[in-house]
Structures are given as C-alpha cells and as structure tokens.
T-cell receptor
Framework: AQSVTQLDSHVSVSEGTPVLLRCNYSSSYSPSLFWYVQHPNKGLQLLLKYTSAATLVKGINGFEAEFKKSETSFHLTKPSAHMSDAAEYFCVVSGDNAGGTSYGKLTFGQGTILTVHP | NAGVMQNPRHLVRRRGQEARLRCSPVKGHSHVYWYRQLPEEGLKFMVYLQKENIIDESGMPKERFSAEFPKEGPSILRIQQVVRGDSAAYFC????????????FGPGTRLTVL
C-alpha cells in the first residue's frame, strides 16, 4: 500500500521569498512521485514528476523537487514566490504492483494551500 | 490539441435523481481514470478503465455508482439516486498507456445535490 502525507495544510509566504511545501511518502515499491497544482475551480496541472531518474527534478514555473529515499521525502521548492503561485498543491504517488508492472492508480496527499502576500 | 474534456462542468441534481458525467480522453489515450474530490479533501481514486474493460474499481462505492468506457464515445460515470453526500468535484484523467504513469486531468465536473 502507498500513502502520501503533506505536512502543512496551509503555507503563507511573501512575494519574492522562497517556497517550501513538504511531502513524505510511503510505498512498498519503487514509486513515481508527482506534484500537481490546482487553481481555484480549475483542473489539475502537472508541475513535475520523478520516475527514478535524477533525484533533483525541475518543473514548470521555476519549481523543483528533490527525491530523498532515505527520508522518504519529496519536498517542493521555489526560490522566489510570485502572486500567481497562489493555489493548492498536491503531492501524488503512483506505485508499481507486485508484478512490477506499473498501474495507474494515483494516491493524493491532502493538499497544501499556498497563499502569497504582496 | 485538445486535452481531456469533461462535461458538464457543473451539474445540479435533486436527491434521488441520476447524474451522468462524461469524459473524453486525450486523443489516442486508451486509459481513463476517475477521481472524486470532496470538500476540503484531496482527490480519491475511484476507477480505472481501458476501452470496454474495468481494470480497477477498488475506489468505487459499492452501490449506485458505475462507470464505463465504451469502444466508441466518452467514458461515463453514472450515479443513481444521488444523495447530498455525493456533492463533490469529479475529475477524469487519461494516459496513453499504463506504464506512462503521468495522467492528464480534465477540468472536472462539480456536482451539487440539493
């Protein structure tokens, strides 16, 4: 079984300051990890994904995340927040089944609402 | 280059009525997934379908909910005899193959049950 824990339900930053959204995961197998962003009343947009290649993953809009197996973490960061970053962010895990064949079930964290102050 | 299409975007039903939610995947994608987002919660997996087959329905409520992805046409999520607790946003996603992992999400259908 796999699970995702987003450690903060709300994060508030000032424009121009760094962003850190924390995520820990649990998976029995080699996981694929994603960060999605959801703006109000909109669908989900993929920010970045980790699929066992480089542990530091760069995504869109200046976001990046580092996969740390020893800490089972996949925290999302951005050096400088912009007002347009205000949204809800979801950390997501997709794991392999026992046979080693990927299947599509995604497990979502509870979400972190990012607020950016001017 | 259309993405995942869902309609309607908003649906209002009275208790006891039926709700039909439609999802057209990205062209060429043969795998469809449905997720439900209850207020103040993350998305929860409901069902995974390929053309004409249900692969994993472990997240579907046992009663009143059904899903299909016919050979032709969109995938349909059907909720019979809706109750207030069914009010949620329902998201559809698609992928070209299961091993691709990344899923492309539609804008969602927001169901309100009065």
């Amino acid at each position: 079984a796999q699970s995702v824990t987003q450690l903060d339900s709300h994060v508030s930053v000032s424009e121009g300051t760094p962003v850190l959204l924390r995520c820990n995961y649990s998976s029995s197998y080699s996981p694929s990890l994603f960060w999605y962003v959801q703006h109000p009343n909109k669908g989900l947009q993929l920010l970045l994904k980790y699929t066992s290649a480089a542990t530091l993953v760069k995504g869109i809009n200046g976001f990046e995340a580092e996969f740390k197996k020893s800490e089972t973490s996949f925290h999302l960061t951005k050096p400088s927040a912009h007002m347009s970053d205000a949204a809800e962010y979801f950390c997501v895990v997709s794991g392999d089944n026992a046979g080693g064949t990927s299947y599509g079930k995604l497990t979502f964290g509870q979400g972190t609402i990012l607020t950016v102050h001017p | 280059n259309a993405g995942v299409m869902q309609n309607p975007r908003h649906l209002v039903r009275r208790r006891g009525q039926e709700a039909r939610l439609r999802c057209s995947p990205v062209k060429g994608h043969s795998h469809v997934y449905w997720y439900r987002q209850l207020p103040e919660e993350g998305l929860k997996f409901m069902v995974y379908l390929q053309k004409e087959n249900i692969i994993d329905e472990s997240g579907m409520p046992k009663e009143r909910f059904s899903a299909e992805f016919p050979k032709e046409g969109p995938s349909i999520l059907r909720i019979q005899q809706v109750v207030r607790g069914d009010s949620a946003a329902y998201f559809c996603a698609s992928s070209p193959q299961v091993s691709y992992n990344e899923q492309f999400f539609g804008p969602g259908t927001r169901l309100t049950v009065l």
